[in-house]
């Protein structure tokens, strides 16, 4: 199923949500399924409303660190290469998700100013 459109409140095709949704409608999508040969018209309402302060400590898994490495460590540059790591020149630095540098063991070599 394919999303084509994704419709902002206010433009044409969301007033009668709008009306029954006020200010809680996000959006309006328009989503087709070719195999069926369907047009599904979806809605986004808001259903809660609460504060919220993000963690200050979380770092996604996801995220690229740098790390610093040796020119000596070279069992630790084969490792991190194994691990899908990439050398960059302009840093001189190894970059690697966190999740995969955190599993290696390596987060006290992560430079976190770079």
Known sequence: MDIQRRV????????KYMQEYGD???????????????????????????????RQDYIP???NVYLKVQLHERWLQRLIRSAG??????K???????????????EDRIDWLN
């Open 92 to 106: 001189a630095r190894w970059r690697l998700p966190y999740g995969t540098a955190k599993s290696l063991g390596l």
């Open 24 to 54: 809680r409608l996000v959006c309006v999508r328009y989503k087709y399924d070719k195999s069926e040969m369907i047009k599904y018209k979806t809605i986004e309402i808001i259903v809660s409303k609460e504060p919220w302060t993000p």
């Open 85 to 90: 790591g990439k050398w960059i020149k302009e």
């Open 8 to 15: 902002a409140p206010g433009n044409p095709g969301t007033i």
């Open 61 to 63: 898994m996801n995220k």
